[in-house]
């Protein structure tokens, strides 16, 4: 039987609705949201499980979806124990994405959120691996789509009642914009993160920006958003943009961050 280089292929869809576009992934087997389909060719059965038992780990069991054959292919020396490499946790940063792994050839493709991201993911892999591999950096930064979420908010504040969770007038003007922006990514995911200043208790405050994002989710949904692509996270008073030291500062803490899912 003529042997074949191995090739193993995950597709990560963990914020998308669909598969990417060019993909050697069968039709049928499209990942779902929130889904890693892996597939492709390996030499036994002690190579599939470790491969599939890893990914388990990172992603979930339910999250897996099991494509792989086992067939005759070629190796590279080691080639199991370099995959295992590859598969870290680095991955879950990586959006409508794949690695394709072809005998010593390694290529990554998706979204991740900047710069820095895409340049230490792609490091990480080539100090993995041994200088007979090939590493190609197909990864790109959202900036753009982000970018809409960023220039819409424009550095405002969604407004609430003190020490509630009800919006004010002027933070569903602000929602109703944002409800518009949203719209416009096409189906991405959007995590909406409520902070607060520092005054009073850390946890009411985890509460209360729990509480505000919540409120936001509800909103937008109220204005045809599809609730699946929005979840909500209170991170309290963790994560100041600026000092809490003057009234102005502890304005601009307490706000709804909108980021998209990675």
Request: proline fraction near 4%; glycine fraction near 8%; include cysteine.
């Amino acid at each position: 039987m003529r042997h074949t280089r191995t090739a193993l292929l995950l597709s990560l869809c963990l914020a998308a609705s669909a598969a990417p576009a060019q993909t050697t992934v069968p039709p049928t087997a499209t990942p779902q949201p929130g889904q890693v389909l892996v597939s492709g060719t390996v030499p036994d059965e002690a190579s599939k499980a470790s491969v599939l038992a890893r990914l388990r780990e990172l992603y979930g069991a339910d999250k897996v979806v099991d494509q792989i054959a086992v067939g005759q292919v070629a190796l590279p020396a080691n080639w199991s124990a370099y995959v295992q490499k590859l598969l870290t946790p680095n991955l879950k940063q990586i959006s409508r994405g794949q690695l394709n792994i072809d005998g010593s050839v390694v290529s990554l493709r998706g979204e991740v959120g900047n710069e820095a991201v895409r340049q230490k993911i792609a490091a990480d892999v080539a100090t993995s691996l041994n200088p007979t591999y090939t590493v190609n950096n197909g990864l790109r930064v959202a900036a753009a789509e982000q970018n809409v979420l960023d220039n819409t908010l424009a550095n405002r504040t969604v407004e609430f009642d003190s020490g509630k969770a009800t919006l004010t007038p002027a933070g569903r003007a602000i929602l109703d914009e944002m409800g518009a922006a949203v719209l416009k990514l096409k189906e991405r995911k959007v995590e909406l993160i409520g902070h607060t200043d520092n005054q009073g208790l850390r946890l009411s405050n985890q509460n209360l920006s729990k509480a505000r994002a919540e409120a936001v989710k509800v909103y937008l949904t109220g204005k045809g958003i599809n609730g699946e692509l929005l979840t909500a996270s209170g991170q309290g008073q963790d994560r100041p943009l600026v000092s809490n030291d003057t009234a102005e500062g502890r304005a601009r803490n307490r706000r709804i961050e909108f980021r998209l899912a990675q």
